[in-house]
DNA sequence: CGGTCCCTTGACAGCCGTCAACTACCGTGG
DNA sequence: CCACGGTAGTTGACGGCTGTCAAGGGACCG
């Protein structure tokens, strides 16, 4: 399978063979492995690399202190933590698995090495990181203003999309392994009312959701449901005039 | 009065006195005033221009189909939004003034002047577009798990904090312009239960709200009533390893 | 086969939205 | 000077969306 990484990026702007040989290298220099619901890093660390996801699920969270949990975002392969987060001294939040994950860890100085010497990378991962600020700043739309049937319909179109970004969907399908309650804290809703949300939405024929696996019969009804507009997700090559000749 | 964006960035690390007259320079290139509720830059628009607010309130927003709308962010003096905007073919949300607004365009060439000759200043407003990052993901947590008392508490603690930053707070007040209609908008709230919400803030004693003015009597205590813990701004001179020598 | 995790369902309560009416305030114009 | 209109704030009544609590069922695993 090839790199999500460059997958995703190559939504943005053509990468040149160059590039795409020290994206790989890169990817490939620091992998670890994890289990699922294990820290990657936690809230008070210090930022040591930037993180980005190979394989499977993670999330960001943040847990208030008596106890209520929020997660602020989620991972999917491709998807990268702040490329500029060292200038932090701490973390104000946590990001962990959801999944097993695979994940390489890119130092600094590689960071400093990519702005320096391959401008045209640097520029797509400017576009990664304003598409997250984007995709962000949705949530906080989903989370202040739709309903909770929306609200649930609209991230599932969202992950849908990303996946399909990085080639992990199958026609109408893809995978979803998340709990109710994971979901439920994304979202702010008990676990009890996303049952009863996704059983609505199933009702509906928008969405089967078994065993981990989610197909959407119809994604255009699905989107009209959940008020989703995928304009915030900037998916139509907005860097393409920078295209690499190769 | 000190130029806000300066006073801001200080609180990251200290600036030289070159780096402080750039910013000033810049800050005085391309000034412009526009009146309340007037727009800025609306979403589908192309970004052509880094926007500094000088003085006076704006806020990001969104508007779904049927008209409900989100407020995404404020932003108060010394606020800039995304700084390599540019990347980006057109806007994903608009942002409009709250109150009369002095704003300044910084360009694309004088922002990759300063990133290529001023790497305290670049690495200065990395940390602030983290900060930006961090903020949002709070309001993330903010809608999604807290009551709307401690919503609104923690709103306002956070505003006081970053009035604060830019020396637009007088001993434990400061201006506070917003209707309550705006608040609503904001936290996902109906205008009603924003007032239900500060009836309660007034009568725990916790705040004092009244002409455009918002007192907080005991910061600490609002803090604790909101859940708030400020680690999430980054107010503690992250890069002040990298204090200028002048 | 027992235990654990997850999903599901029902009953009930409470937070918050909607609707509506009223007050306060302010600037404008007669 | 007062009438007037518009905006913002306030309050009460009512209903519905969503949380909480509780119980049971199914899948998987040791």
């Not at 702040?82 to 104000?92: I, K, N, P, T």
Request: hydrophobic content about 40%.
């Amino acid at each position: 399978m090839t790199n999500p990484l460059i997958r995703k990026l190559e939504q943005f702007t053509k990468l040149s063979e160059d590039d795409k040989r020290v994206l790989e290298q890169v990817s490939a220099q620091d992998v670890r492995r994890l289990g699922a619901r294990e820290d990657i890093i936690r809230e008070g660390e210090q930022p040591k690399a930037v993180n980005l996801v190979l394989s499977g699920w993670a999330c960001r969270h943040k847990t208030l202190e008596d106890g209520r949990r929020q997660i602020i975002a989620f991972f999917v392969p491709g998807d990268l933590c702040d490329s500029h987060v060292f200038v932090l001294r701490q973390m104000d939040h946590s990001i962990s698995t959801l999944t097993p994950v695979t994940f390489t860890r890119i130092s600094r100085t590689v960071m400093e090495e990519i702005t320096l010497n391959h401008p045209r990378i640097t520029q797509a991962l400017w576009w990664e990181s304003l598409v997250s600020a984007s995709i962000q700043r949705e949530w906080t739309v989903n989370l202040g203003q739709r309903s909770a049937t929306e609200r649930m319909g609209h991230l599932l179109c969202e992950l849908f999309l990303r996946l399909r970004e990085v080639g992990l969907t199958a026609g109408n399908r893809c995978e979803m392994p998340m709990t109710q309650t994971v979901l439920g804290e994304a979202m702010g809703l008990s676990n009890v009312h996303v049952n009863r949300t996704l059983q609505e939405l199933r009702s509906a024929g928008l969405i089967v959701l078994k065993g981990r696996e989610l197909t959407i019969p119809d994604l255009q009804a699905l989107m009209a449901a959940a008020q989703f507009n995928p304009n915030y997700m900037h998916l139509d090559h907005d860097g393409r005039h920078l295209d690499a000749n190769g």
